[in-house]
């Protein structure tokens, strides 16, 4: 790396960073509402009117890492895998239109919407490598 095209970055302080795990205390996400809190930390992170503190980051990235744990233990409600897949669309504000580059054709996604066509294992990978989930889901 060249120094003379590097950018400046501020340190990464371990006592500036102790003293914001202190203050914060975080923990395993146990419930939803645990959850819920632990997100409104992460989104508040997200959305500062400035870049985060190398400290900052650090805390962040912690807080990611908890929210994925608590997603792996999740267990998911036994539903139809088309159901599941317009579960995940609506979650994320997605349209059947964005769904066309991971299974298909418009006719293959709305037949799977619509619960007219089965999820192959090959589309189910894609679902869930797109969705950030368990294959398990759309089979």
Do not use: H, W
């Amino acid at each position: 790396m060249d120094p003379l095209n590097e950018v400046a970055r501020p340190a990464f302080n371990p006592a500036v960073y102790s003293q914001l795990l202190a203050a914060e205390s975080p923990r395993a996400i146990m419930n939803d509402e645990e959850l819920q809190m632990m997100a409104d930390k992460l989104e508040a992170l997200d959305f500062m009117d400035r870049p985060p503190t190398p400290e900052e980051a650090a805390y962040r990235d912690v807080l990611a890492a908890l929210v994925e744990a608590y997603d792996r233990t999740c267990k998911f409600p036994q539903a139809p895998p088309n159901e599941v897949v317009k579960f995940f669309m609506e979650q994320r504000g997605l349209k059947q239109a964005d769904l066309v580059p991971v299974l298909g054709t418009r006719t293959q996604v709305s037949d799977i919407v619509t619960g007219r066509r089965g999820i192959s294992k090959a589309q189910a990978k894609k679902l869930a490598a797109f969705f950030n989930t368990g294959v398990e889901l759309f089979i």
